[in-house]
């Protein structure tokens, strides 16, 4: 999904959620994607490699990606089928499943499913697909508007049904659908939802243990991993679901795919904004939930211990000034600096300077009335944002 205008100032932020949110899981860079995938959106593990496809409007073609060289060893094109807005891939003994689910604006009904053999995957380079198309249940009003709660970029089988969860741009949840994952023309019920406090952009499932592993981001591009068990039994019941925060720093991941339960690959698009200037690289991504987790990345404010933010490249610490409502903060980084603000909870900007305008490292917070806030750097290569509390 692009999303040039994301960082437009218009943040909805939702501090509300009921997901258990602990840790931080440590992420390693693999290496940057090649030129022939910038957006890689869906992602599958099969056979050793990895199987992924670009965003909206691109080729209707699957490559085949070495995840050591990261070459694309393959490229499978798709004869019937047109990426009106490819979101994800999901797989399950036979058949491989394209997802053109895409739908930013609200106002789709041509929704598509494409289901594709692997036998023939394997040893063509052209494939013809089984089409399977849908509309959701409970959707009457088709009528478009810029950000609608009927778009969705992730999708699951299991066992003999398709699992759809949505991308909800107003609400910041995800409703659960399912439909049959045979050629035809279906509704999607509505399963159930989940409280998630972000925008959910991948999926991929393990059947042996009946887990289900979401990715997303935050509004401002903080990503998290959501882990649910039993994902159709506790469909509705946010308090069965887990969330840990990625220690990336700002990326926009899309893609999800699962080798096992100690290894899980994922993708990033390249991401361009203008204001602030901010370029992001389309990047291969590991997990490896071996090497542990960190401690609480959302800590709130007590003393001058508090609150750490650290990537590879850039740290920020926020401390408690002496000042009553001040704050002022260290910040380490190579980075050029575009600008500072401050949130509030609703995601409300409630201060701002440009970096001609930033003389010290201290902010005046007098104006503010005492509740949690978030303070954003604004750097050339990532956004980093943390909360605290002004008393």
């Given at each position: 999904?692009?999303?040039?205008?994301?960082?437009s100032?218009?943040?909805?932020?939702?501090?509300?959620?009921?997901?258990?949110?602990?840790?931080?899981?440590?992420?390693?860079?693999?290496?940057?994607l090649?030129?022939l995938?910038?957006e890689?959106?869906g992602?599958l593990?099969?056979k050793?490699?990895?199987?992924t496809?670009?965003?909206?409007?691109?080729?209707?073609?699957?490559?085949v990606?070495?995840?050591?060289?990261?070459?694309?060893?393959?490229?499978?094109?798709?004869?019937n089928?047109?990426?009106v807005?490819?979101?994800?891939?999901?797989?399950?003994?036979?058949?491989?499943?394209?997802?053109?689910i895409?739908?930013?604006?609200?106002?789709?009904?041509?929704?598509a499913?494409y289901?594709?053999?692997?036998?023939l995957?394997?040893?063509?380079d052209?494939?013809?697909?089984?089409?399977?198309?849908?509309?959701?249940?409970?959707?009457?009003?088709?009528?478009?508007n810029?950000?609608?709660?009927w778009?969705?970029?992730?999708m699951?089988?299991?066992?003999?049904?398709?699992?759809?969860?949505?991308?909800?741009?107003?609400?910041?949840?995800?409703?659960?659908?399912?439909?049959?994952?045979?050629?035809?023309?279906?509704?999607?019920?509505?399963r159930?939802?989940?409280?998630?406090?972000?925008?959910i952009t991948?999926?991929?499932?393990?059947?042996?243990?009946?887990?289900a592993?979401?990715?997303?981001?935050?509004?401002?591009?903080?990503?998290?991993?959501i882990?649910i068990?039993?994902?159709?039994?506790?469909?509705?019941?946010s308090?069965?679901?887990?969330?840990?925060?990625?220690?990336?720093?700002?990326?926009?991941?899309?893609?999800i795919?699962?080798?096992?339960?100690?290894?899980?690959?994922?993708?990033s698009?390249?991401?361009?904004?203008?204001n602030?200037p901010?370029?992001?690289?389309?990047?291969?991504?590991?997990?490896?939930?071996?090497?542990?987790?960190?401690?609480?990345?959302?800590?709130?404010?007590?003393?001058?211990?508090?609150?750490?933010?650290k990537?590879?490249?850039?740290?920020?610490?926020?401390?408690?000034?002496?000042?009553?409502?001040?704050?002022?903060?260290?910040?380490?980084?190579?980075?050029?600096?575009?600008?500072?603000?401050i949130?509030?909870?609703m995601?409300?900007?409630?201060?701002?300077?440009?970096?001609?305008?930033?003389?010290?490292?201290?902010?005046?917070l007098?104006?503010?009335?005492?509740?949690?806030?978030?303070?954003?750097?604004?750097?050339?290569?990532?956004?980093?944002?943390?909360?605290?509390?002004?008393?």
């Amino acid at each position: 999904m692009k999303i040039s205008w994301f960082f437009s100032f218009a943040f909805i932020f939702l501090l509300t959620i009921t997901t258990k949110s602990n840790a931080q899981i440590t992420v390693d860079i693999v290496g940057s994607l090649p030129e022939l995938i910038p957006e890689s959106s869906g992602l599958l593990f099969y056979k050793g490699k990895l199987i992924t496809h670009n965003d909206s409007g691109n080729a209707a073609e699957l490559y085949v990606l070495d995840t050591t060289s990261l070459e694309v060893t393959r490229t499978v094109k798709i004869l019937n089928a047109t990426n009106v807005d490819w979101e994800d891939l999901a797989q399950d003994e036979e058949f491989i499943y394209i997802g053109d689910i895409g739908n930013n604006r609200g106002g789709r009904q041509d929704l598509a499913i494409y289901k594709i053999s692997k036998a023939l995957f394997e040893v063509q380079d052209e494939v013809e697909a089984d089409l399977i198309f849908y509309k959701y249940e409970d959707q009457t009003d088709f009528s478009e508007n810029s950000n609608s709660d009927w778009d969705a970029e992730a999708m699951i089988v299991i066992q003999d049904s398709l699992v759809i969860f949505t991308k909800q741009w107003v609400s910041q949840n995800t409703n659960v659908y399912v439909l049959p994952k045979e050629a035809g023309d279906f509704k999607a019920f509505k399963r159930g939802a989940y409280n998630i406090g972000g925008l959910i952009t991948g999926a991929t499932y393990d059947v042996n243990t009946d887990c289900a592993f979401l990715v997303g981001y935050s509004p401002r591009l903080q990503p998290f991993l959501i882990t649910i068990k039993d994902p159709l039994a506790t469909a509705g019941e946010s308090e069965e679901i887990k969330k840990d925060f990625l220690s990336i720093g700002t990326a926009q991941i899309e893609g999800i795919a699962l080798v096992d339960l100690k290894n899980i690959f994922l993708t990033s698009e390249n991401f361009q904004n203008s204001n602030p200037p901010i370029a992001l690289q389309a990047q291969l991504l590991k997990i490896n939930t071996e090497a542990g987790t960190k401690e609480d990345v959302l800590p709130l404010v007590e003393s001058a211990r508090d609150t750490l933010i650290k990537t590879t490249e850039h740290t920020l610490y926020i401390y408690k000034s002496e000042r009553e409502k001040n704050i002022r903060y260290d910040l380490l980084t190579q980075s050029r600096v575009y600008g500072r603000a401050i949130y509030d909870a609703m995601g409300r900007q409630v201060h701002f300077n440009e970096s001609s305008n930033i003389e010290n490292n201290q902010i005046d917070l007098a104006s503010l009335e005492g509740a949690v806030y978030y303070l954003t750097i604004y750097l050339q290569d990532a956004i980093i944002s943390e909360p605290f509390i002004l008393k």
